[in-house]
């Protein structure tokens, strides 16, 4: 087990769920062009936060802006799509990010239909939603979690599964994202081997962040260097990628300075990345925006950054 994965291994109930989202305009560009789709901005990319270290009004306030896409975490029983914070989100302008954990549910019952009451359920009230918004199911799937238990071919199975009751519901605004993590768990397959397909992916993703050297095992990685060799795997796909939890630690260099290089490596070398999300909690390391005010000032700074603002 690597550390990478441990920072999702909450459940949903240790989750910050609260919303007091703010007017956000939303955009998509056509869909024959490799690395566009739904959801995906004409230029430049959306910014994302997860609320771990206040509320949004707090956080939008103390940053100068509303992030575009807003975070939340649901466990296989929840109704995400009757949640007061999904309907919050969509009536004032967010992109709804739902990471639904399927914790303590057997795959098995999944690939067999047992299930099948609960995910026509979800998709009768994602449709009824109305508006686009992303569905990460089961994130993380090549680390720690090991849905399915690290066995690809069960994991494509429920993916592709769930995905076909939705789409026989009509619930064609959801926005499917895969997001493993940028580590694999070790002596288990690699990320690439756990893709459900093009058919049934909008958007590829990834988890991923920079633990500094808070452990004599870890080196700190610029943004550029956490993410370059899944980059070049997403990539080849042609499809915008999301980075659906990221952040930096504090310890062994400037996290000022790693978040100040996010929008130029955005720019010159990761141009498919269309969104990401930062994970703002202290836990397990300092990954909040205000770990320290020189932390606070550049994540303001990039927030504001014409690019991130599409």
Known sequence: MTLTALVTACSSSERDRKAEPTTRPRTSA???????????????????????AGTAAETDARIGRTPA???TYYSWEDDWARSSTTRADLADGRIPLINW???????????SGELDTTIRERADGAKALGEEFFLDFAAEMNEEEGWGGHDPAKYVAVYRHIHDIFEARGATNVVWAWCPNVTDSPDAPPAMAYYPGDRYVDWTGVDGYNWGTSDPDFRWQSFGQLFSDIYAKLAAKGKPILIGEMASDEVGGSKASWIDGVVPTLKTEFPLIKAFVWFDIDKERHWQIGSSPSSLAAYARMANDPYLNP
């Open 30 to 52: 056509p869909a024959d062009v490799p690395g566009e789709g739904p959801l995906v901005p004409a230029h430049g990319a959306l910014l994302g936060h997860y609320y771990g």
């Open 69 to 71: 896409v807003h975070l």
């Open 101 to 111: 954990e399927p914790f303590d549910v057997d795959f098995d019952d999944i690939i």
